[in-house]
């Protein structure tokens, strides 16, 4: 039961005719009261257009964003740990260096540990799942990815599905 809670390992992908049927779909889920099943790991949302490049709007974590933030607080962390640890009780040339060697120091750290864990994890979706999606949509066709528990992909299948919309599931 604890494993099931944490599992969201389907990926359906959801495509629509058009932004007005994705709405009016998502509208009818929310009026049955559906918003329980709405448990989503995961979500893109991918529009095709007449150039041929699709425009994809995604909630992963990207190996950028890893180094990003933990840049950030490795700098604070390793900023206010010398300040606990005296660094300003040094002379004023010392203390000046010693801090700023401590930001950098942590900032380096700390974009090397969250760079090298958002490789390492899977968050969100494979480019490639959402490249494929995307290059398979026609000019104006919304494509709705979600990453849903097993438990509740069975019943998120038949409310996306409809005259305007096919749904199915894919690997990642």
């Not at 933990?70 to 300040?83: N, R």
């Not at 005296?86 to 969250?114: N, S």
Request: charged content about 15%; hydrophobic content about 50%.
């Amino acid at each position: 039961m604890l494993r099931q809670l944490w599992l969201r390992k389907v990926n359906l992908v959801a495509v629509f005719d058009s932004r007005t049927a994705l709405a009016a779909t998502m509208d009818a889920m929310l009026a049955r009261g559906m918003l329980d099943l709405l448990d989503i790991g995961h979500s893109a949302l991918i529009v095709g257009s007449s150039s041929g490049k699709p425009v994809i709007v995604n909630n992963n974590v990207e190996r950028q964003e890893g180094i990003y933030s933990g840049a950030m607080l490795g700098a604070v962390m390793l900023g206010l740990g010398a300040v606990q640890g005296g660094a300003l009780d040094w002379p004023r040339g010392g203390a000046f260096l010693a801090i700023v060697l401590a930001l950098l120091g942590g900032a380096a750290l700390g974009a090397g540990i969250g760079g090298g864990v958002a490789r390492l994890t899977r968050f969100g979706f494979s480019t490639l799942l959402l490249d494929d999606v995307g290059q398979q949509l026609e000019a104006d066709q919304v494509a709705l990815v979600l990453q849903v528990r097993p438990v509740h992909a069975g019943v998120l299948e038949d409310a996306l599905a409809g005259p305007e919309a096919h749904v199915e599931r894919r690997g990642r």
